[in-house]
C-alpha cells in the first residue's frame, strides 16, 4: 500500500480531466506495458532532472499501486543534478526523501514501506544502469525528443511531451508551476496503470 499521503495527493491530482488527445498517447504505454513479457520504462529528458525522474517517479509509485510488473528508469542525453526545486515537489506529494551525497546526490525516494525506495540520480539514459535492450524510451521533452531520433534497443519509442517546470526558477512561483507538473504526471501515470488488468 502507498503511503495515505500520497493517496491523498493523487485523490486531487486524479480529479483533472485527461483530453482524449492526451489519452491516446498514454494509451500507447498502456499497449506497450501490456504486450511486453517484462515491460521497462525509460523516462527520457535532455537533463535527467525533472521531468523525466517525476514521471520515473510516479510510474514506479501507480505500478506499484494498481499491482503491475514493471521496471521503471529515467535519463537524459546528458547528466546534471535531481532539481531540488522537483525533489520538493515530490516531498510535499507525500514521498520520503533521504538525500546523499555530491554534487548529483542520490535521493532514496520511499512510496511505501512494503516496497524498496528507488534510487533517483541524473544520468545518460545509456547510462549501465537503464536497459540497454527491451524497453520503451518515453521521450518527456522535446528538446531530448529532437536529439535523440533513434534511441538504439528501444522496443518502443513515444512521445509524451511535458511543459518543463524550469521556466518558474527564481520567479517566487516554483511551488504552483512544480506542483502543477507533478500532478499532472501523477495523473496521467494513474491513468496508464488503471488501465492495465492483472
Not at 5 to 34: C, F, G, H, M, P
Not at 113 to 118: I, K, L, T, V
Not at 165 to 182: H, Q
Amino acid at each position: 500500500m502507498i503511503y495515505p499521503s500520497i493517496k491523498s495527493y493523487l485523490d486531487q491530482a486524479t480529479s483533472v480531466t485527461i483530453t482524449d488527445e492526451r489519452k491516446s498517447i498514454l494509451n500507447e504505454i498502456v499497449e506497450y506495458i501490456k504486450s511486453a513479457k517484462e515491460p521497462k520504462l525509460n523516462f527520457i529528458c535532455t537533463h535527467n532532472s525533472r521531468r523525466s525522474h517525476l514521471s520515473q517517479i510516479w510510474a514506479q509509485t501507480m505500478a506499484y499501486h494498481f499491482g503491475v510488473k514493471v521496471q521503471t528508469y529515467s535519463g537524459g542525453t546528458e547528466a546534471t543534478a535531481f532539481h531540488p526545486n522537483a525533489v520538493a515537489a515530490i516531498e510535499r506529494a507525500g514521498f520520503k526523501i533521504q538525500k546523499g551525497q555530491g554534487e548529483n546526490p542520490p535521493y532514496k525516494v520511499g512510496y511505501s514501506d512494503n516496497a524498496d525506495p528507488m534510487t533517483c540520480y541524473s544520468k545518460t539514459f545509456d547510462d549501465p544502469v537503464n536497459p540497454n535492450r527491451g524497453f520503451a524510451a518515453i521521450m518527456t521533452c522535446s528538446e531530448a525528443d529532437a536529439e535523440c531520433p533513434i534511441v538504439f534497443g528501444a522496443d518502443a519509442r513515444i512521445k509524451l511531451i511535458y511543459e518543463d517546470p524550469k521556466v518558474s526558477d527564481g520567479t517566487g512561483n516554483e511551488e504552483k508551476i512544480y506542483g502543477e507538473r507533478s500532478a499532472q504526471i501523477a495523473a496521467e501515470m494513474h491513468y496508464v496503470f488503471s488501465q492495465i488488468k492483472n
